[in-house]
């Protein structure tokens, strides 16, 4: 009881926060309300028993995808430009995009529902993971053993997207002429 | 801010902490919640507040970006290796469970390993961003 309470009011502030964002012109107070969503969604995860995705959460996006925004706004403009064209595009859009989003709702299981396939046909890890790995936190031995696979695709995304943002942003050491 | 002696003495007091946690963080990630991808951010946030306190060339004194080059590709190669040598061990790649004299040390070894190669990678990206961002005149 006292759980869905506290969800509900995390998820309440979520869309405060959330219209507070789409609202503001300024883009350090949008930063500011980036970093709120991020902390937000990390006490949501919290509740939700998920303390590894929260700290993820909590680390990347409150932390340093904070600092990230305020050294690409130090590079930039701090205010919003207004907007080129009409508004009405965007909207429908965004409308369309939400009503295929909500309608993708509607074939979900039932939430925390014990009678989904994946709690009953999938490989059993919980039961497995201390005899197999010997690792009492099961998301680590899943990320690192059973789907290691999974994990050095990710580490391979983390590092194109590092040579990536290198490549794009790094000043060249030889010849100053380089804008 | 690099004069402002409130956010200087701060940081003073709270940067070590922050790499002893994320050292926690990565060895205790077996029994608790964590791993190489979060104590790798822990990392990168240590080195990130330095910079911002002391500015940019200090910080590069401390980790260049040499050091970064290196460890950019260095821990998705000690990835790949551990899985080439459980390859080599006779197992499928990344099945661990010849790493060590039985399967559960196996096992354990090779998520050790895995987990460094991710903490190595991400905290480099990470910093090394930052460096780009921060190294970066207005233009």
Known sequence: MIETSVTIVILLMLGA???????VRGLF????LLGIYSFLMATLFIVLDAVDVAMTEAAVGAGVSTVFFLGAL???DTVEAPPVHGQFMPLVVALVTAGALVWGLSDLPEFGSPNQPIHQQGADYLARSMTDTGIPNVVTSVLASYRGFDTLGE?????TAGIGVLVLLRRRRNGKEGS | MRFDIVLRVATKFILAPLLLFALYVQFHGDYGPGGGFQAGVIAAAAVILYGLIVGLAPVQRLVPMGLLEVMIPGGVLIYMAVGIASFFLGDNFLDY????????HGQEWGVFLVEIGVFVTVSSTMVAIFYAFAGRGRS
């Open chain 1, 74 to 76: 130090y590079l930039t």
């Open chain 1, 155 to 159: 580490t391979t995304v983390v590092f």
């Open chain 1, 29 to 32: 107070a949008a930063v500011v």
């Open chain 1, 17 to 23: 926060v959330t219209i507070g964002i789409v609202r």
């Open chain 2, 97 to 104: 469970d010849h790493l060590a004299h039985d399967a559960v």
